[in-house]
């Protein structure tokens, strides 16, 4: 929980402006947004903005009155102004004979949820938007602690998670662990240093909510093992970014603050913390793939899937999953597969392996048509230079995806096109920021949906998996969903094979155009197509059916149709009206 003050007698954009990175990257595909898009399930698709605007507005008058007398200030202050200036409200000289005490600044006190990041004023004790308590104990239990009441030092359910597995502690070793976890604390010395009128949504905070509930669980120490980090190496990067980009990255270990972007920050230790991440993704992948360990889990950051060849953008620095999947091909993997599950389109690791034939990269994410950050992904985006059909794209036309959508998705894009190329290893671009909650994504997904994702790619490249986490920003719900996913590759998960998932309308539609597009790629997506084409037109069918009747309020005679009552006919009947 962060907290502030703030000076409310002045109008300020300054921290609009700061903020602009944050509507541009995530936010500003949602111009029109409303803070519904927070309610669970019921989430539309809209992003809240009004947690931003964290200024507040005094009347006018009031200050002309009060310190025009000194100095006239300016109709618009920003605090470093109401600093600089603060003599101005001195009271001295003038004739005060019609004064009245006037208090001249009104401290508002807010805080900053530690769960979703979002304002709070300091009268309330729980988050607006997400229900966290002002002093949650999340970062310290993870997801077990409770949302509704303060931090606690010791709570039941890390108690009891500790009690359970205490045999298992005893016996466990790294000699005989299945399944690893990439974890370096170095990596949550990348910060945004300066000072803004928001914490941003890439925080240290997201690891340690991870790490903390993994050890609440018992998982990670326990269950998994570790697995040493170490810097990845120029010539490994090469493979990846262009030297121009290497350097850019490394040239911030010698400035105490920059950035890439307005929201892609730096600082002296991130370009260490982006090479230890891509390190620990690369001796993951390997050691996988050779058979050391079943499979894995990267915990790490900063994220890199929107990192390309040249460029660091959308909070990436260095991209992750492409290093990663470089190192299983080094290892003596053929086909590598990359699903990328993030609410935002992968646009980095798209340009990296668009022209390889060996790499398939599949990605669901919100589109909108080019309206959501970063604007690529539309499923026209195939690949290119005779890699066509190993890019596959699932956009969504809106917010609120929830589990259905993505099952149904996997159903019948993303398994029989994965099938198909018969991976030698797989890899998952894990944002959680499709999650339930998320303030950014603004999605339905649950921990019980990725795990059933993940149970579903499992079945791929002999069980080889590594999952590589990369967005999202409620920690709640990162923390439950990637403790969800990594009893999966623990095979401690009692998921059960998914039935025939019932998709929404938008979710239906989106997956028949991806079909028709891929099945140019992959024929054996071509039955499929057929079947999903006739329930699309059921729903078109009933659909017309509603619209005709809310539509119809007067039935013309069939012969005005040809008569000279033919305009009338079609105006009377909104042109939906047909011969039965």
């Known amino acids: 929980m962060v907290s502030e003050t703030v000076q409310a007698s002045c109008v300020t954009n300054g921290g609009t402006e700061s903020n602009q990175g944050f509507k541009r990257k995530h936010l500003g595909s ?19 903005t009004s947690g931003l605007d964290l200024t507040a507005n005094v009347d006018e008058d009031t200050q002309l009155d009060n310190a025009s007398k000194k100095v006239r200030l300016p109709k618009e202050l ?17 004739d005060d004979s019609d004064w009245e005490p006037v208090q001249k600044h009104i401290e508002i006190l807010k805080w900053f949820c530690t769960n979703c990041t979002m304002v709070n004023l300091d009268d309330v004790f729980h988050c607006d938007v997400c229900g966290e308590h002002k002093e949650s104990g999340i970062l310290k239990h993870g997801f077990h602690a409770s949302p509704f009441l303060p931090e606690v030092e010791l709570i039941q359910a890390e108690s009891e998670a500790r009690a359970r597995d205490k045999d298992f502690w005893s016996e466990a070793s790294a000699s005989n662990c299945s399944t690893a976890v990439g974890f370096d604390e170095r990596m949550l010395l990348h910060s945004e ?24 669980a018992g998982i990670f120490p326990g269950k998994c093992c570790p697995i040493p980090a170490r810097e990845i190496t120029l010539e490994e990067l090469k493979m990846v970014h262009s030297s121009e980009h290497i350097a850019a990255v490394d040239l911030t270990a010698q ?29 993951l992948a390997s050691a996988i793939f050779s058979g050391r360990i079943k499979n894995g889990f990267a915990l790490v950051r900063p994220p890199g899937h929107h990192a390309g060849v040249r460029q660091a953008m959308g909070f990436c620095l260095h991209n992750n999953a492409a290093v990663a999947a470089l190192a299983a091909q080094a290892a003596g993997a053929k086909k590598v597969l990359i699903v990328d599950w993030d609410v935002h389109h992968g646009n980095g690791t798209q340009e990296i392996f668009d022209q390889n034939k060996s790499v398939l990269y599949i990605s669901l994410h919100r589109h909108e048509g080019g309206k959501f950050y970063p604007g690529t992904g539309a499923a026209l985006e195939v690949g290119s230079n005779g890699a066509e059909g190993y890019c596959v794209n699932i956009p969504w ?59 579903m790619l499992s079945t791929l490249s002999g069980g080889k998996l590594l999952v590589i986490l990369e967005g999202g920003y409620n920690l709640r719900s990162i923390s439950s969903s990637a403790t969800s996913v990594i009893k999966v590759l623990l095979g401690e998960s009692r998921e059960c094979e998914p039935g025939n998932a019932v998709p929404s309308k938008a979710g239906l539609q989106t997956v028949l155009e991806v079909l028709k597009i891929q ?62």
């Open 397 to 455: 036309s809106r917010g609120g995806v929830g589990d259905n959508d993505y099952t149904f998705a996997f159903q019948h894009v993303v398994l029989p096109i994965a099938s198909k190329f018969a991976p030698d290893f797989t890899i998952i671009s894990a944002g959680f920021d499709a999650a339930r909650g998320d303030p950014l994504g603004c999605c339905d997904v649950t921990p019980a949906g990725y795990a059933q994702m993940t149970h």
């Open 193 to 216: 240093i300066e000072m803004k009128s928001h914490p941003h949504p890439e925080r240290p905070d997201r690891l340690r909510a991870i790490a903390a509930s993994l050890a609440a």
């Open 30 to 48: 949602d111009e029109h947004a409303s803070a519904s898009c927070h309610n669970g399930s019921d989430a539309k698709g809209d992003i809240g």
């Open 255 to 283: 400035m105490f603050s920059s950035y890439f972007t307005p929201d892609t920050y730096a600082n002296e230790h991130s370009a260490h913390a982006a090479r230890l991440a891509a390190g620990l993704c690369a001796d």
């Open 78 to 94: 920003t605090l470093q102004d109401m600093y600089n200036n603060q003599d101005a409200f001195d009271e001295d000289d003038e």
């Open 519 to 580: 099945m140019n790629y992959w024929p054996n997506l071509s039955s499929s197509f057929g079947k999903l084409q006739s329930q699309w037109g059921m729903y078109s069918v009933e659909n017309k059916r509603k619209q005709v009747k809310q539509r119809r309020v007067f039935e013309p005679p069939v012969w005005w149709r040809w008569g000279r009552k033919q305009l009338l006919y079609h105006i009377l009947t909104g042109g939906h009206c047909h011969l039965k």
